[in-house]
């Protein structure tokens, strides 16, 4: 059983590595909880347990350095202790959703921790040591992955046995209990990404999204590609005015600095500029509480600067220049590494160059293309994926997982390289040209068209709340759901995702909505209202 | 009316464009700035950021506390962005109608310490903090709105 502990610990390590390898979602319940199966040799089981706990905590996104519960632990504790105790979904998620929470504290602790190694950092700069920075990068990173992977193991190890025995004495009642009230929660969830996406003048798309999958019983996939060509369709023609402030010269000193700076052949060769895109992978390694992801940036740059300078005075004022304060979404990084790198070969054979307006610009970016790639990113991509892949791995589908991670992983990882072509080539120019011909507005509203239709499916397929009351009396009964059918199928989900929603729009507290959630579903099985 | 105001040394970001702004039904983001006012590039960068459907004004800490007093503005709801808590304490001294402040973040700068996760003050900065707890400004950290409100008067 050790043995086995083992590799479930392992796999919880590797979900925790996700920060080595790009924030690619590998680290979901989706993806974590049919490897626990294949452990513990129950595939299906697994997949089924891990899009449950997908649905629940769907909602849940990191922003900025909010950091959400960690669903690595609780989601690979509770599938592993759900298959080995044989008792389902239900217990996965009643194990998951504390454990979570507790490894939240555990995790911010230790970003709390990391900027004890930032004198040590700086000293590396100081010298000049790139090759000290890079371990010291990689070995704090490892330190969460490490952490994390030993108190699965532990908690498998001391509690496997106490917990298998514990789960034996709960009642059958308590079971169908829990199992109602797991089938509620992903309206939490749901409630959390329309919080995010829902307004007036989207609406219609959320409901259009609702009726394609209760009325029309379409697949989430289906659903997908319609929002995809009405969001072209809608967002087709560019809009004559322009950008709020009118001018249309947005040549400022840096700017025409930049202008100067790619006018210029570059002496950065296409390798260079490729290894800034696979180093971006280990941009939020080292992430921390007091300079974020400084470190990711610095270890990103480190080939580039390798090349640029090759005096160890020079080395060290570049190291200490990109030690400074960085946090900016995954997905977009390599757009500044880019334009980063073209500045950086600039600065290297002027000596005139103010070294401060790299970091401006920098600092300039990280901020507004963060607003940019997570909403595009948490609120469209994943969002579809999610909606996919769930849809398919409830029913224990493997092609579920793959496909979530296709669906998320193929823009992202074709964007994000060729991101760092075009920062280093045309500098801001890009995103001038965005911003004159109006292409984020149309981008930004094509894709919330696309999420919320994608949302609206959601509560039709996804939730499985039924009644089973009966109107009349025993003979000539009729089943109230068979009613509910008829008028629209899937009400009482929609309505328990638009309860949840309306609390969640009054700055009702996450926590107190679960445990309304789990109450409700709770009492609603034993007096058989739901089921 | 103004919805939130908040100090953010990133402006325009993530957790604004994506969590605040649809939380809040804003449709008016107002920055102010007296140094991004003049810059043309860190404009350009704040209109990408921006939520589709969503006013961006950009303006001077003068010039955003005379637009916050016309009645015009009234009937947006507006979210007021700040970069540091020196124009905070000069916002709250132009425009009454703001009574709570929320601190989004703030990096570390030399001298600073944090006071949560995300937000860093120094000496000055308390000063100035002292002073609005004094007038009666409710001051608190948050990164998100679901996140539970931490008073400053308890960090400090």
């Given amino acids: 059983m050790s043995f086995l502990y083992l590799l479930i610990a392992l796999i919880a390590v590797f979900g925790h590595s996700e920060d080595f390898l790009g924030t690619t979602l590998l680290s979901r319940p989706l993806i974590l909880g049919p490897l626990v199966g294949l452990v513990l040799g129950d595939v299906t089981q697994g997949t089924i347990i891990g899009a449950t706990l997908e649905l629940i905590f769907i909602g849940n996104i990191k922003v900025g350095a909010a950091i959400p519960p960690d669903v690595i632990t609780g989601g690979v504790l509770g599938t592993a202790f759900a298959i080995i105790s044989g008792k389902g979904p239900a217990i996965a998620l009643a194990i998951a959703i504390p454990v979570s929470i507790l490894a939240e504290i555990v995790i911010s602790g230790l970003f709390v921790f990391r900027p004890v190694f930032n004198k040590r950092f700086n000293q590396y700069a100081e010298e000049g040591n790139f090759k000290g920075i890079q371990r010291l990068h990689i070995f704090s990173g490892s330190l969460k992955p490490l952490l994390m992977g030993i108190i699965v193991f532990l908690a498998l190890q001391l509690g496997a046995t106490t917990m298998k025995s514990f789960l034996d004495l709960i009642p059958t009642w308590v079971q169908s209990g829990l199992q109602v009230a797991g089938n509620m929660l992903p309206a939490l969830g749901f409630a959390l990404l329309m919080n995010l996406m829902f307004n007036k003048t989207v609406a219609p798309y959320f409901f259009l999204g609702f009726m394609l999958a209760s009325y029309l019983k379409l697949p989430v996939i289906a659903i997908g590609g319609f929002g995809l060509i009405i969001a072209l369709l809608v967002t087709q023609k560019p809009q004559e005015k322009t950008i709020a402030n009118e001018e249309d010269d947005f040549a400022t000193e840096t700017e025409e600095l930049l202008a100067d700076i790619l006018a210029i052949k570059p002496r950065l060769s296409k390798k260079n500029i490729r290894s800034l895109f696979w180093r971006s992978m280990l941009l939020e390694a080292n992430f921390n509480f007091e300079t974020w992801q400084n470190t990711g940036f610095a270890y990103a740059l480190i080939p580039v600067l390798r090349k640029l300078y090759l005096t160890k005075q020079a080395m060290a004022a570049a190291l200490k220049r990109h030690l400074q304060f960085f946090n900016t979404s995954p997905y977009g990084s390599t757009l500044i590494l880019g334009i980063t790198a073209a500045m950086e070969e600039q600065n290297s054979r002027n000596e005139d160059l103010d070294e401060e307006s790299i970091n401006s610009v920098k600092l300039g970016l990280m901020g507004p293309l963060a607003g940019v790639f997570d909403s595009l990113f948490w609120g469209t991509f994943k969002v579809i994926a999610a909606g996919v892949g769930t849809s398919m791995a409830i029913k224990g589908n493997i092609i579920g997982p793959i496909l979530f991670l296709f669906i998320f992983n193929l823009p992202h990882l074709l964007l994000r390289y060729q991101l760092t072509f075009i920062g280093y080539h045309t500098g801001t120019k890009f995103l001038q040209d965005l911003a004159k011909n109006n292409v984020m507005d149309r981008l930004t509203k094509g894709a919330s068209i696309l999420g919320l239709m994608v949302v609206g499916a959601m509560p039709a397929t996804l939730m499985n709340i039924n009644t089973p009351l009966k109107l009349g009396s025993d003979k000539s009964a009729v089943s109230l759901q068979a009613i509910l059918d008829q008028m629209m199928p899937a009400m009482i989900p929609l309505g328990l995702t638009f309860l949840v929603y309306h609390f969640v729009r009054k700055n009702v507290k996450t926590t107190y909505l679960l445990i309304g959630l789990l109450a409700l579903g709770f009492a609603g099985s034993i007096i058989h209202l739901f089921a | ?156």
């Fill in chain 2, 1 to 156: 009316m103004i919805k939130l105001t908040r100090i953010d040394d990133r402006l325009v970001h993530g957790q604004v464009a994506f969590t605040w702004t649809p939380s809040l039904g804003i449709d008016c983001i107002l920055v102010a700035n007296d140094k991004v006012v003049k810059d043309e590039f860190q404009k350009m960068t704040l209109n990408l950021a921006k939520p589709s459907g969503i006013k961006l004004l950009i303006k001077s800490v003068a010039d955003a506390a005379v637009f916050l007093n016309d009645e015009r503005s009234k009937a947006l709801k507006i979210l007021v962005l700040i970069n540091n808590v020196k124009d905070a304490g000069t916002l709250v001294a132009l425009v009454p109608e703001i009574t709570s402040i929320n601190l989004g973040g703030l990096r570390s700068k030399d001298g600073s310490k944090l006071i949560s996760k995300a937000f860093a003050v120094n000496g000055d900065d308390i000063e100035i903090i002292r002073n609005l707890l004094e007038k009666g400004i409710e001051l608190e950290v948050r990164q998100v709105p679901t996140d539970n409100k931490k008073f400053v008067k308890e960090l400090i």
